[in-house]
């Protein structure tokens, strides 16, 4: 029986740990080819060593999701390897949180450069090459709870995953006389590299109580999500089966905000 993603080459950002690494090796278990973009390449050279070491197709490449031309070198490194592009995740994200009122320009920015303008990038250049090879593709983002409702020490953060919201909104409505979707699926409290790092700058300002004890507390499933809780629906969006889902995003959050 194949997999959902069988052939299919699959462009996967900020693959080197946590929900990427999950979904790129969920790609390379369905029969896909996962191409890992990441800015620290040797981490994500070692996720596709280990998917290889498992048969899976697996690349490595560094990217920069807030530069053009290196995203557009990792989409041509993509092509080069496998043939074709066929699915894009807009994956890579950062937080760096900061009391509402201490938020300053320059951390603001720094998030939304990536969050917000890197999805914008990733989702051009992606389009494009799908639009060269004839239409059809797909793009998958990754939103947030935090786009739905705003939390205080997560304002910048917040804003960003909004935008990843509307842009997925823009993006479906523009790009689907070319046959391509594009969809976002929103996490909430996920055990990951990144929350550790969030805990501790939390403690450090103060917030203890925003953090992922705290919030995973709400979830009524009764536990955080892990990163292989995120790959199902993260496969269906890049899969044929959800050829008629495009403008849409889909909550993997265990009940936690019920918006």
Not at 43 to 66: F, H, K, N, P
Not at 133 to 143: P, S
């Amino acid at each position: 029986m194949s997999g959902r993603v069988e052939g299919r080459t699959i462009v996967v950002t900020g693959a080197a740990s946590g929900i990427g690494a999950a979904i790129a090796r969920g790609v390379a278990a369905e029969g896909g080819n996962a191409v890992l973009a990441d800015l620290d390449e040797a981490a994500a050279e070692r996720v596709a060593a280990g998917i290889r070491e498992q048969g899976g197709q697996a690349l490595a490449v560094r990217v920069d999701v807030t530069d053009r031309a290196g995203v557009r070198a990792g989409v041509d490194a993509a092509v080069e390897r496998f043939g074709r592009l066929d699915a894009w995740f807009n994956n890579a994200g950062m937080n760096s949180p900061m009391p509402f009122l201490d938020v300053t320009e320059q951390n603001f920015e720094a998030i939304m450069r990536v969050n917000a303008i890197g999805v914008l990038i990733g989702t051009q250049e992606a389009a494009r090459r799908f639009i060269e090879q004839g239409g059809g593709g797909k793009v998958v983002n990754t939103a947030s709870i935090a786009g739905r409702t705003g939390f205080p020490s997560f304002a910048p953060y917040s804003a960003s995953k909004a935008a990843v919201i509307s842009l997925t909104q823009a993006a479906a409505r523009d790009l689907a006389p070319h046959g391509i979707t594009v969809n976002a699926f929103a996490p909430g409290v996920v055990a990951t590299p990144l929350w550790k790092r969030l805990d501790a700058d939390l403690a450090a300002m103060g917030a203890a109580d925003a953090g992922f004890d705290s919030m995973a507390a709400d979830i009524l499933l009764g536990r955080p999500a892990q990163p292989e809780d995120i790959v199902p629906t993260a496969l269906f969006l890049a899969s044929s089966d959800s050829d008629y889902v495009t403008g849409q995003v889909m909550a993997i959050e265990g009940g936690m905000i019920l918006v």
